[in-house]
């Protein structure tokens, strides 16, 4: 093999990966938009199960962003991104399940989700020694 096959396919790799991000932030901006702007009818502040469907494609464990850098490159703000995650888990996830679960340092998680919960994005809360991390309206009531 030469050297211009090798150019060949990390430029097709390249071009490949680059229409899979791609395809993936447009399918997560029309999640986070209905999520955002809620569903008629039976749409809920923990998300309906069509927000549900569609942030699971873009909310992937094993090939999604696992920091802020990552997330900028899917075209993804921070918001979004873990709004997707608390989507596809209802409204809920305990923080170091968020962690292990979707490959985040737990010291960028807790940076990350103290600053969406200081401009009031999420909130968290103390389960025991854990903490749950939640969308605002999703706190139950035992945790207010």
Same mark, same amino acid.
């Given at each position: 093999m030469d050297s211009s096959d090798a150019n060949r396919r990390t430029e097709r790799s390249a071009i490949d990966y680059h229409a899979q991000c791609v395809a993936r932030s447009d399918?997560?901006?029309?999640?986070?938009?209905?999520s955002a702007?809620?569903?008629?009818g039976d749409a809920s502040p923990t998300g309906s199960d069509e927000d549900r469907s569609l942030t699971?494609?873009?909310?992937?464990?094993?090939?999604?962003?696992?920091?802020?850098?990552?997330?900028?490159?899917?075209?993804?703000? &921070? !918001?979004?991104?873990?709004?997707?995650v608390l989507i596809e888990h209802g409204g809920r996830i305990k923080q170091r399940r968020f962690a292990?679960?979707?490959?985040?340092a737990h010291a960028t998680l807790s940076r990350l989700l103290s600053e969406l919960e200081e401009r009031d994005v999420i909130d968290?809360?103390?389960l025991g020694r854990e903490k749950?991390?939640?969308l605002p309206d999703?706190? &139950? !009531?035992?945790?207010r």
């Open positions: 399918r997560f901006v029309v999640a986070v938009a209905r702007t809620g569903l008629p699971g494609d873009l909310v992937d464990p094993d090939s999604g962003p696992t920091n802020k850098s990552e997330l900028l490159e899917y075209g993804l703000t &921070p !918001e979004e991104y873990v709004r997707a292990e679960r979707y490959g985040w968290r809360y103390r749950v991390v939640c999703a706190i &139950p !009531e035992a945790a």
